[in-house]
């Protein structure tokens, strides 16, 4: 693994930063406590080329490697994990389901505009009473000639309310088990599909997370993705990837945590010098540092293996794990080197200690994580 960042990668990164700092920063409070999807902030994000960093320009992407996206992502999740997560969503899980495994006709339709940012998209996997129990599907597909039905609620989907094209996973077949599960492509418009409640949320208040609902929801069949019975695989293939984008989002907040601490201790002052001259602070700070550090790695080392077609699995779900604990201890200590000031709404702090929790729970729980990880470790 070549440590060195590219001048391209760095470009990337860099202007990640800059849009994160002068774009995203002034109204990111404002959007979390309203709860407002950040609608103008992503079409700009759209025209620097981040909604389809990877997917290649031939289908409207900007044909960037992984490690690029894990750069920007670190970048704009410092400021903004709404943003990221929508971004993150939108690359990893939509995009890329789509140009691996789609037809040219469904890539042509959907993917173009959806790389471009003209669309946003949505993974829709969860349900009521099948979250980290993912094979146990409710929603149904049947399977009537041309086309299928589909009946059933998902809930938390992000880009729910916002989104136009849903990648959607159904059970064609109970017997079958997770091998009768199917993925199809939903517009928005389709006949009897609802997008229903909004979620009032602890973090990532302005990302958009809606419950869906189908109702005798008619989709053709050329918008089944892959062979009959390929839905679930299909989603853990993209939810490897997917893991990454939200490891890079953990590895953001803890690093944007940091920044705003060591500033601040700096800056403030107590028993007649700044407080990192004490050195509990000063080694706080140090801990965090470490454990950024040792996020970033395993966040670069999953991107570098899947630039390079390796295995991901067990890569993405380490990043992910370790990186959301980085992120929970890192934006929980940087509150405590704010005081007062860090439990208050006009720090950025504060919001960022509350969007680190997600980072345990979506894409698979740490607790998910960790049965992903031991399974590969026992197969050996
Ligand atoms: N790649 C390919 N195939 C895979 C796979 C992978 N990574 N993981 C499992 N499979 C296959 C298995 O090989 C098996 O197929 P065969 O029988 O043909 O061998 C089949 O899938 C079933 O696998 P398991 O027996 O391992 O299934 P399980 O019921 O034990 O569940 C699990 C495995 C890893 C726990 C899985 O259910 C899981 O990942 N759960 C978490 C769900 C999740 O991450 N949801 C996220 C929703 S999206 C989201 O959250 C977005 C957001 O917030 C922004
Ligand atoms: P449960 O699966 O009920 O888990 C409850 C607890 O039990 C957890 O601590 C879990 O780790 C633990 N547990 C469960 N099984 C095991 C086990 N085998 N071993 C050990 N512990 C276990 N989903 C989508 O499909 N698309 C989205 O876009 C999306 N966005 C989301 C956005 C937000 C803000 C939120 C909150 C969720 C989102 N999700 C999305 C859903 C998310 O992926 C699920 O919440 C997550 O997978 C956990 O499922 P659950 O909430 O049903 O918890």
């Given at each position: 693994m070549d440590f060195q960042?590219?001048?391209?990668?760095?470009?990337?990164?860099?202007?990640?930063?800059?849009?994160?700092?002068?774009?995203?920063?002034?109204?990111?409070?404002?959007?979390?406590?309203?709860?407002?999807?950040?609608?103008?902030?992503?079409?700009?994000?759209?025209?620097?080329?981040?909604?389809?960093?990877?997917?290649?320009?031939?289908?409207?992407?900007?044909?960037?490697?992984?490690?690029?996206?894990?750069?920007?992502?670190?970048?704009?999740?410092?400021?903004d994990s709404s943003v990221s997560v929508c971004m993150s969503v939108n690359n990893s899980l939509v995009c890329w389901g789509l140009e691996k495994f789609g037809t040219e006709e469904q890539k042509q339709k959907y993917l173009v505009p959806l790389a471009k940012g003209e669309k946003i998209g949505a993974f829709c996997l969860s349900e009521p009473e099948a979250g980290s129990d993912a094979t146990s599907q409710r929603t149904?597909?049947?399977?009537?000639?041309?086309?299928?039905v589909l009946n059933g609620t998902k809930n938390w989907i992000t880009n729910g309310g916002s989104a136009s094209v849903y990648l959607v996973i159904a059970q064609t077949d109970v017997e079958k088990g997770h091998k009768g599960i199917n993925a199809f492509i939903v517009e928005r418009d389709m006949d009897g599909f609802v997008v229903g409640a909004k979620e009032n949320k602890m973090g990532i208040?302005?990302?958009?997370?809606?419950?869906?609902?189908?109702?005798?929801?008619k989709v053709p069949k050329e918008n089944r993705i892959g062979e009959d019975g390929f839905g679930f695989k299909f989603a853990m293939k993209t939810l490897e990837g997917g893991r990454i984008g939200i490891a890079s989002q953990a590895l953001g907040i803890a690093a944007g945590a940091l920044e705003l601490a060591t500033a601040y201790s700096k800056e403030r002052k107590a028993f007649g010098k700044e407080i990192h001259k004490h050195q509990a602070i000063a080694f706080k700070l140090a801990d965090m540092a470490t454990e950024i550090e040792a996020s970033r790695l395993l966040c670069l080392k999953a991107a570098s293996l899947k630039d390079e077609g390796k295995p991901i699995g067990h890569a993405s779900a380490m990043a992910k794990l370790y990186a959301s604990k980085t992120a929970m201890d890192a934006t929980t200590e940087a509150v405590q080197i704010h005081g007062g000031y860090g439990f208050v709404k006009e720090y950025h702090v504060e919001r960022l200690m509350r969007d680190a929790k997600i980072t345990q729970i979506y894409e698979g729980t740490s607790e998910i994580q960790k049965v992903v990880i031991s399974r590969g470790l026992l197969a050996e």
């Open positions: 960042l590219t001048e391209e990668q760095q470009a990337v990164k860099a202007a990640a930063r800059d849009f994160a700092q002068n774009v995203l920063k002034p109204g990111a409070i404002e959007r979390d406590e309203k709860q407002e999807f950040a609608k103008e902030e992503i079409k700009q994000l759209a025209e620097l080329g981040f909604m389809g960093m990877m997917t290649d320009p031939k289908y409207g992407g900007s044909g960037m490697d992984t490690v690029s996206y894990v750069l920007a992502m670190e970048e704009i999740s410092k400021i149904t597909a049947i399977d009537e000639g041309d086309h299928y208040r302005s990302s958009d997370t809606h419950t869906l609902i189908f109702n005798d929801v």
